[in-house]
């Protein structure tokens, strides 16, 4: 059975805190992904990693960096949280053989920034 | 221009009804097209891929129309149960990587 798990359903931050969220797969995919959701804007792309070490600002990179030290591993880091990033953040993960195939997602980390 | 656009509804219909979904993309070079389901309170989980000549899952049909850049689902007889958001993904292969883009998606509420 597939996974991609992240390592927190509900986190709280202070402003200012930084933040870790992690993610990890077992499905040795070289494609994975962040996002945030939020009401009436969706699914938006935060960064991405087609590789160890290698990554590409998506959408709305701003306050954000990322990390893939590991193929399995993929962190998100917030380096000074703020209000604004309130919000639900997703893992992703693909294969990029065939030319597109299904992309896997972590449960979620709901996190709050107060 | 947003890369992948869907109306966030919400669609109110009732059980048995027939319901259909567009999603546009803006770059044309992408690739691969999928619908995903996302109940409230999940994450996103893949409903069907959308291939060129069109396919269908029992009462689920996806269409793919390059030339005018956009996607569809239709739900036939809708049941309770596909209460939902719908979104639409648009892949992009570049560079030996790929860009999964997600539309914001579309919720339907089946109304008893």
């Known amino acids: 059975d597939v996974k991609v798990t992240q390592s927190s359903r509900y986190l709280v931050k202070r402003t200012g805190e930084k933040v870790f969220l992690e993610c990890v797969q077992d499905?040795?995919?070289?494609?994975m992904f962040w996002y945030r959701q939020d009401p009436g804007l969706g699914l938006r792309l935060i960064y991405f990693?087609?590789?160890?070490?290698?990554?590409e600002k998506g959408d709305i990179p701003e306050g954000y960096s990322v990390s893939r030290e590991k193929k399995e591993r993929f962190s998100l880091i917030l380096e000074s949280a703020s209000t604004s990033q309130t919000s639900m953040y997703l893992c992703?993960?693909?294969?990029?053989?065939?030319?597109?195939?299904?992309?896997?997602f972590g449960q979620g980390t709901r996190l709050t920034v107060v | 221009r947003k890369e992948v656009e869907q109306d966030p509804g919400p669609f109110n219909v009732p059980e048995g009804a027939t319901v259909a979904f567009n999603c546009t993309y803006s770059n044309s070079a992408s690739q691969s097209f999928f619908w995903y389901r996302q109940d409230c309170r999940k994450e996103p989980k893949l409903l069907m891929s959308v291939y060129s000549s069109g396919n269908e899952d029992g009462r689920f049909t996806a269409q793919l129309n390059r030339a005018s850049q956009y996607i569809s689902l239709l739900i036939r007889d809708s049941k309770l149960s596909d209460s939902a958001t719908y979104l639409c993904v648009v892949i992009l292969n570049s560079g030996g990587y790929q860009k999964v883009t997600f539309g914001t998606g579309t919720k339907l509420q089946v109304i008893p």
């Open positions: 990693s087609y590789d160890v070490k290698m990554k």
């Open positions: 499905m040795d995919h070289e494609n």
């Open positions: 992703a993960s693909s294969s990029p053989s065939g030319g597109g195939t299904e992309a896997f």
